[in-house]
């Protein structure tokens, strides 16, 4: 979403005028329409190595475009804890929205995914990001997202779990399970930081706003249709998070 259009939206969530967050919502849905925003999933294989672990609960960090959606995917799936919205990429100095809405700080709306390994694994993860959360093949955008912020990217917090990136990355493009060339980046993390308040659980609990409905409301009915083991209906969101 525009850097203007958040921004009437953060008016409107800490105490601003809802009619322009409505009109502006609705302005957004149209456009995206016009553009044809929302992205089909892709079924693709699984990867043919897998992050080997015996710690009861782990870490992955996924950037896909707008962090609601992707945040409101990994919600959904079986074994994971807890999805929180945030920036990597960049410093800590400037990883707040208004700042990284400029394009310039290095970070990416990314989601932070705490889960239990015992239940799903990392490789699985890597499968449903690449499947549903958004579309590995646009570079420096999604759908209606433009800039750097919105890139694909994966931020590993350990060497297996960059090797496994990296290998399911050229296996897909060898596979050519997409029309184009995969340009995620796969980066050591050097930091994540946890968006505004705002931003968290923001699918859940504004399923009618028209960005959510047109762009993110498809990827969890594509989740739950490619991937109904690990689909579960309620989602772990950030409000309700232990620790």
Not at 151 to 165: D, G, N
Request: charged share 20%.
């Amino acid at each position: 979403m525009s850097k203007t259009a958040r921004s009437h939206l953060r008016r409107n969530l800490t105490g601003g005028v809802l009619g322009a967050f409505a009109l502006t919502a609705l302005i957004i849905a149209v456009t995206a329409v016009r553009a044809g925003a929302a992205e089909d999933a892709v079924v693709i294989p699984p990867p043919s190595i897998d992050e080997k672990t015996s710690a009861k609960t782990e870490k992955a960090v996924f950037a896909g475009g707008c962090f609601w959606g992707v945040q409101g995917v990994f919600q959904h799936v079986k074994g994971v804890t807890n999805a929180v919205s945030g920036y990597s990429g960049g410093s800590k100095e400037t990883a707040s929205y208004e700042t990284v809405s400029g394009g310039r700080t290095g970070h990416a709306e990314a989601v932070e995914v705490t889960y239990d390994p015992a239940q799903v694994s990392y490789g699985q993860l890597l499968q449903i990001f690449f499947s549903v959360a958004h579309n590995p093949t646009q570079l420096n955008f999604q759908g209606p997202d433009h800039g750097t912020q919105y890139r694909s990217a994966i931020f590993t917090l350990s060497p297996e779990q960059k090797k496994v990136a990296d290998a399911y990355v050229a296996q897909l493009d060898k596979a050519e399970v997409f029309p184009d060339k995969v340009v995620t980046e796969v980066a050591d993390l050097k930091g994540f930081y946890t968006a505004e308040a705002y931003h968290q659980d923001f699918l859940t609990l504004n399923p009618d706003y028209p960005y959510i409905v047109y762009n993110d409301l498809p990827k969890i009915e594509n989740l739950k249709t490619i991937f109904p083991e690990t689909y579960r209906d309620k989602p772990a969101l950030v409000s309700q998070a232990k620790g």
